[in-house]
């Protein structure tokens, strides 16, 4: 039995070694991404508001085929039909008349992000990015208009729909890293299931429980001098 506990031992310390780096940035990413709540980390306090959409005098669009999904929602500049088509175009209606929305100019994107930015700090910049090069926190492939203020709070706009489709405060980026960090994949940071994690995670599973036994390992009393 003791010679069992031996060998459990040393595979003890040779899987500490090994795990003892991941374990610590699990560790670490952990205590950041819980510093803080998320709706803080959402920016949930920096969204305006919007009233409820009336119902009485409501328009729907005229469709030319079939669609996977329609759906009412109100936007700063008034109520409107988010349709999915069934090709996976993503186009507004207005709620009022049924007509299609124009896709939205960089002065249309200025005046939803200043409507929809419920902060103190200042609009300083509206950039627009196709879908084939988004900045890495947004990471939605499409056409979008970038609104970023002065407190480092990035507006994302729907370039088509005019939806505020993203609220990234410094503070989300911040714990987007350590997301990155918590499950390994600091390119994507959606891939939570990589072999790269599973093994590790394995090993520290396995040494953690290598040194739950050890728990138990009798030893000799030391004899004093």
């Given at each position: 039995m003791q010679r069992i506990m031996r060998l459990f031992a040393k595979w003890h310390i040779w899987l500490a070694w090994l795990t003892g780096v991941p374990i610590l940035m699990?560790?670490?990413s952990g205590l950041v991404m819980v510093a803080q709540p998320i709706e803080?980390?959402?920016?949930?306090?920096?969204?305006?508001?919007?009233?409820?959409?009336?119902?009485?005098?409501?328009?729907l669009p005229q469709f030319n085929g079939p669609v996977q999904?329609?759906?009412?929602?109100?936007?700063?500049?008034?109520?409107?039909?988010i349709v999915v088509e069934d090709d996976g175009g993503r186009y507004?209606?207005?709620?009022?008349?049924g007509?299609?929305?124009n896709p939205v100019s960089l002065e249309g994107a200025s005046e939803i992000a200043e409507a929809f930015y419920a902060g103190d700090a200042a609009l300083e910049?509206?950039?627009y990015f196709p879908a084939d090069s988004v900045p890495l926190d947004f990471r939605n492939p499409v056409n979008v208009w970038q609104a970023h203020f002065a407190d480092d709070t990035n507006l994302y706009i729907n370039a088509q729909t005019g939806?505020?489709?993203?609220v990234r405060?410094?503070?989300?980026?911040?714990?987007?890293?350590?997301?990155?960090?918590?499950?390994?994949d600091l390119q994507t940071r959606d891939d939570f299931n990589h072999p790269t994690l599973l093994v590790f995670a394995a090993l520290a599973v396995l040494g953690s429980l290598l040194g739950c036994v050890l728990m138990f390992r009798r030893r000799k009393a030391r004899v004093k001098a």
């Open positions: 699990w560790t670490v803080s980390v959402r920016g949930e306090n920096l969204r305006a508001q919007l009233p409820p959409v009336p119902t009485d005098q409501l328009v999904s329609v759906t009412l929602q109100n936007f700063v500049d008034g109520p409107g039909w507004r209606y207005s709620a009022t008349d007509s299609l929305y910049e509206v950039t939806e505020v489709q993203a405060t410094g503070w989300w980026r911040v714990y987007d890293f350590f997301w990155g960090l918590h499950i390994m």
